[in-house]
């Protein structure tokens, strides 16, 4: 059975900073790409990131970019996504995608 389990979700201040980490199992990651979407309150899902199977391609959303910094690591089977300067707009809950499956999220919130 594949799964995405997300963590380091958590509470933070505008200006901090938070790292999230996707631990697949089940498969490896190392053939696949993978993503990190977010999905805020009465918003739809969007795409933030992703990274190609080495890591050598990465793409970010305009509203991320300068910001976050998404990496893997394909022998522990991980993807990680190191957010900094957080503001209001990226409250969310995060998702991991990747093996044709969605992880449950883990909630981040930015407030003062």
């Known amino acids: 059975q594949v799964q995405l389990i997300e963590s380091g979700g958590g509470s933070v201040q505008p200006g901090g900073s938070l790292r999230l980490s996707c631990a697949a199992s089940?498969?490896?990651?190392?053939?696949?790409?993978m993503a990190w979407y977010r999905q805020a309150p009465g918003k739809e899902r969007e795409l933030v990131s992703s990274?190609?199977?080495?890591?050598?391609?990465?793409y970010y959303a305009d509203s991320v970019k300068g910001r976050f910094t998404i990496s893997r690591d394909n022998a522990k089977n991980m993807v990680y996504l190191q957010m900094n300067d957080l503001n209001f707009e990226d409250t969310a809950v995060y998702f991991c995608?990747?093996?044709?499956?969605w992880g449950p999220g883990t909630q981040v919130t930015v407030s003062s």
């Open positions: 995608e990747g093996l044709r499956t």
């Open positions: 089940g498969r490896t990651i190392g053939n696949e790409v």
């Open positions: 990274i190609s199977q080495t890591g050598t391609i990465t």
